[in-house]
């Protein structure tokens, strides 16, 4: 398994931006595909967005065209630039990863390693 390690949540006015971390160890990011998922109290973990090993993106709906997701091989570091946030952004964020290359999984049981997560408080 990948060690992963989450930072950068805090708390935000609507409309501002945070960016989020999540160190890998153990594998290099080409070989793994990296996604980011969230949670609100109450509810079921949802998808986000991921990033293949070979750098094909996938965002959810809701978040399209104002998140953005990015690695730095070089740090094994995978990204989640949030902008434009809503309240309804509030929510732990959790980074997953599992090996992979060209494929991207939306499914929590799809991937194998979960960091422990980051608050992000968006207020109205």
């Known amino acids: 398994q990948v060690q992963l390690v989450e930072s950068g949540g805090g708390s935000v006015q609507a409309g501002g931006s945070l960016r989020l971390s999540c160190v890998a160890s153990?594998?290099?990011?080409?070989?793994?595909?990296m996604a980011w998922f969230r949670q609100a109290p109450g509810k079921e973990r949802e998808f986000v967005s991921a990033?293949?090993?070979?750098?094909?993106?996938r965002y959810a709906d809701s978040v399209k065209g104002r998140f953005a997701i990015s690695t730095d091989i070089n740090k094994n570091t995978v990204y989640l630039e949030m902008n434009t946030l809503k309240p309804e952004d509030a929510a732990v964020y959790y980074c997953a990863a599992r090996p992979g290359y060209h494929t991207i999984w939306a499914t929590t049981l799809e991937y194998d390693s979960w960091g422990q997560g980051t608050q992000v408080t968006v207020s109205s």
């Open positions: 153990g594998r290099p990011l080409r070989s793994m595909t």
């Open positions: 990033i293949s090993g070979s750098a094909i993106t």
